[in-house]
């Protein structure tokens, strides 16, 4: 069993999920700076309320990206903390496993 490889992998996973939600991070609050600068526009209302709008959307799914990518780093560390499963307990009456690795029971008489 090699245990440094599934934990490297872990890590690098969480490291491209960090990065991904960074950048993600950063467009979003480009996007705030945007409603900002809309805000402060001397654009009609009518028009500000679409441009406003729209950015919102792009926003809204900024925050779903993130907390799918975050989603996966949970669910990837929670994965790797999990504990292996054991082989199947030997029958000491029979002296072999009774249980075979692909789910078939060795009954013998």
Not at 15 to 42: C, F, M, V, Y
Not at 93 to 109: E, V, Y
């Given at each position: ?45 009518q ?41 199947p307990?030997?029958?000491p ?17």
């Open positions: 069993m090699n245990i440094s490889s599934a934990s490297s992998g872990t890590s690098a996973a969480y490291s491209s999920n960090s990065q991904d939600t960074a950048a993600l991070e950063k467009q979003k609050a480009q996007l705030q700076s945007q409603l900002d600068k809309i805000k402060d526009s001397k654009e009609d209302e028009t500000k309320s679409k441009q406003t709008q729209l950015i919102q959307n792009q926003i809204q799914q900024i925050e779903q990206q993130i907390a799918k990518v975050q989603g996966k780093s949970s669910s990837t560390a929670s994965a790797s903390q999990q504990p292996q499963a054991s082989p307990a030997a029958d009456r029979l002296g072999k496993n009774t249980a075979s690795g692909d789910q078939t029971i060795d009954i013998r008489i």
